[in-house]
């Protein structure tokens, strides 16, 4: 999935959209996402609306929306590992006369 799909469905995201509520695009979105509407309508993740601009989800697009958002494996941080405070904050605070 190209990096312009990716955002267009992070838009979708950011307004929370589920599967066949619609989502109207600006002027700007339509242009930028050209390319990627296309291609997410070609895969049955969106479909066009009647009203210009508009698109929604399909089930597929909204699972594959989801699954984006999840943390992969990779980059969700360990729980086992604790930050190790210094033994001695001695250093750390200087006395002022």
């Known amino acids: ?4 799909e990716h955002r267009l469905l992070d838009t979708f995201r950011k307004y929370l959209m589920t599967p066949g509520r619609m989502l109207c695009l600006n002027s700007q ?3 930028s996402y050209r390319v990627a509407i ?4 070609e895969n049955d993740l969106l479909t066009k609306e009647s009203y210009k ?12 929306m989801q699954d984006m958002a999840k943390p992969s494996v990779q980059q969700t941080p360990s729980l086992t590992k604790t930050p190790q405070l210094p033994k001695s904050t001695d250093r750390l605070v200087r006395k002022h006369k």
Do not use: D, F, R
């Open 1 to 4: 999935m190209s990096p312009a």
């Open 53 to 64: 601009g508009g698109y929604s989800l399909t089930e597929a697009g909204y699972e594959m």
């Open 38 to 41: 296309v291609k997410l309508i």
């Open 29 to 31: 979105q339509l242009q």
